[in-house]
């Protein structure tokens, strides 16, 4: 039975979710002058926010683009990232008197530290009356779907709620520790919206133990790659670990990649391997294979890759064929990870509500007035470097507009 004596009155609007989108959403909602109470089952709010860019928070990329991101419909994400750009987001930013630099690829990071944007974040809704709880588990949002004016009931620790909007702000199923579960997609289904599959993306890959073998010792060692998996291809460092590769090369092609697919590595990126070879052939004649290569890649990683079918010797010795066939190895090295660390170490979570009833420039549903979804629990998943933020914010700002 709902117990009546704990109704919370005199709200407009409820978020659920107090990380990127669901406090943009709110501090956004709260200037047009909307009672907003946003609620999070985590002890404390924005910890994905916290976490994010080894600590200083890659908050948006200057050069986002629709073409940044995946989802089942391409076209999904352009409204409401043409209507709140990176400039905008940026000047919020300035004003806060947030310091930031550019890392590289348009990526920016604050100065020192992002407690600073969730503060930011923070002192915005504060502005405006919003009120965050936290600690606060919901155990359930009903609504009459016979009576289109009838308000969502929420049944929480917090009391219950009735309240004519309800937003959907609560991420992905990324980083299971920091308290993500699959709350968003429940409710989502509860009123007739499909899931598209979710997968961790943006994700370390994992190795069987006959591969890790091969690249035994190279632990923390690091290569400037293009890597490549289904026509897509990143060039970005990427990180041999004590599991697998890891490091942002590897990250942004696991959005791509699916189990029992190759990936293909390119190690010599800023050359033309057999055009260099070569080279090098005719102008050092003496000088062992893993020598030359030992000019552009770590020596342990070049020892590995001799290890792998590549034969060390002179370079007078090689035959043409010989070196085509290097050069080969070198510019299309291909493996078939075992598959990923999955959610656990994932940065976000492709896949989600299927954006095919939610509208592209609100994002209310169009099976049920007033709810709302925005964020990583839509099925738009950004590329490494700050999209996802942007879309946090886009996502929160088209829907806190109209709540």
Not at 41 to 56: D, E, F, T
Not at 117 to 134: A, N, Q
Not at 199 to 219: H, I, R
Request: hydrophobic share 40%.
């Amino acid at each position: 039975m709902v117990d009546r004596g704990a109704l919370v009155m005199g709200i407009d609007v409820v978020v659920i979710g107090a990380g990127a989108a669901g406090l943009m959403c709110a501090a956004i909602a709260g200037k047009r002058g909307r009672r907003v109470l946003v609620l999070d089952h985590a002890n404390k709010v924005g910890k994905k926010i916290l976490m994010s860019g080894g600590g200083r928070c890659n908050f948006t990329n200057t050069v986002t683009d629709p073409d940044d991101f995946v989802s089942e419909n391409a076209h999904f994400c352009k409204s409401a990232l043409s209507r709140y750009t990176p400039w905008d987001f940026i000047d919020l930013v300035e004003r806060h008197g947030i310091a930031y630099h550019e890392k590289k690829l348009g990526q920016l990071f604050c100065d020192n530290s992002s407690k600073d944007i969730l503060g930011m974040l923070l002192t915005e809704c504060e502005r405006v009356d919003v009120e965050i709880k936290t600690h606060c588990k919901i155990t359930s949002i009903t609504k009459s779907l016979t009576d289109p004016d009838a308000p969502f009931v929420i049944n929480s620790s917090s009391g219950v709620i009735e309240v004519k909007k309800v937003v959907i702000a609560t991420g992905g199923l990324s980083i299971p520790t920091m308290g993500a579960t699959g709350f968003g997609y429940q409710i989502a289904e509860q009123f007739g919206h499909e899931i598209v599959a979710t997968e961790a993306a943006l994700v370390p890959f994992t190795l069987s133990k006959e591969q890790l073998q091969a690249f035994d010792g190279l632990s923390g060692v690091s290569a400037n790659v293009v890597v490549s998996c289904e026509n897509q291809s990143f060039r970005e460092a990427m990180l041999f670990t004590h599991r697998g590769f890891s490091g942002p090369a590897m990250l942004q092609i696991s959005t791509y990649w699916k189990p029992g697919k190759n990936i293909t590595i390119n190690w010599l990126p800023d050359i033309d391997a057999l055009v260099y070879l070569q080279e090098q052939q005719e102008a050092k004649p003496n000088t062992e294979l893993k020598t030359i290569l030992s000019e552009h890649l770590s020596k342990r990683l070049v020892l590995s890759l001799m290890g792998g079918g590549i034969e060390n010797k002179s370079m007078r010795q090689y035959t043409i064929q010989q070196i085509e066939a290097i050069a080969q190895k070198l510019s299309c090295w291909e493996i078939m990870p075992a598959g990923t660390e999955g959610y656990r170490t994932a940065e976000v979570t492709i896949g989600g509500v299927s954006t095919n009833k939610i509208s592209s420039k609100t994002f209310e549903s169009q099976n049920v007035s007033g709810l709302f979804f925005i964020g990583e629990v839509v099925d738009v998943t950004g590329h490494l470097g700050g999209f996802n933020f942007q879309w946090a914010w886009a996502s929160g700002v088209a829907a806190g507009q109209v709540v």
